[in-house]
């Protein structure tokens, strides 16, 4: 019913990445990326695997003139990449990240200008996606936990974002683990922001991991996703807490309805 995807960042990490590549692509599923810079874009190719997500820009944010230059002009970089993997989806932030996943512009608060800033830079990066063929995502982070100070972070800020733009080129990536963490009330999240999500990341709270090993019941989410109509893709964006193979079948067992 869904299109299952895995991150090859934080699985098989035992392996060089494009043998993480193989070995997700061989148990079934697409593979989604961060950073492309960071890979030979030609040995990725040459796995004949599906990938459904990367990263959609390398550096730049939405509010300041010289970020979002950085980011419009990456954005196009990134593009290209893209169309070499033939990954229909690139993903942004609300601003680039660094190491540990801190922004490289962190924000004590959002601004008015700060929202009307970011409208601005989205609408350009979805009329980049609209002459390219590609869809961007936004995605929401936590800021408790893993990314403090990112600005536009909740899923609530990404959603006004997205449907204030409007554009079938730029959707959500509503990551469902930072949700967890920063808002909650997963069902009614997913009810709501469905007519603007371009693809949903999972992962379970606290530690995580694959679905199955903490707080969040994703079977009943698959549900509630399947009643309401959704066919798209959930990627397991999370660590393995043991096998490789079992946490991404306890992935597959928690979204097959």
Known sequence: MFQLAVCAEMVFRELPFV??????????????????????????????????SMTGYISGDLVTRPGA??????????????????CPRLNLHGTGLGRQGLPMTPAAATTGDMWLAAYRT?????????????????????TDVDHPGVPFARAADTLALVAAVD??????????????????????????????VGEIQVADVPGRCEPGTGEIHYPAIARALAEAGYRGTIALEAWASGSNELSLQRFRDAFTV
Do not use: M
């Not at 961060?34 to 040995?43: E, L, P």
């Not at 230059?69 to 169309?83: G, R």
């Not at 080129?169 to 603007?196: K, T, W």
């Open 167 to 196: 554009s079938a080129h730029l959707r959500l990536n509503l990551d469902l683990y930072h949700a967890q963490i920063g808002e909650g009330n997963l069902i009614e999240l997913v009810r709501r922001a469905l007519p603007y």
């Open 19 to 52: 043998e993480r590549v193989r070995a997700i692509a061989r148990l079934g599923f697409q593979v989604e990326i961060w950073d492309w810079t960071k890979h030979d874009i030609d040995a990725l190719v040459s796995t004949g695997a599906v990938f459904s």
């Open 122 to 142: 989205l609408s350009d990066v979805a009329q980049l996606g609209r002459r390219a063929g590609v869809t961007f995502c936004l995605e929401n982070l936590n």
């Open 69 to 86: 230059a950085q980011l419009l002009e990456t954005a196009e970089q990134s593009i290209e990449v893209a169309k070499r993997l033939r």
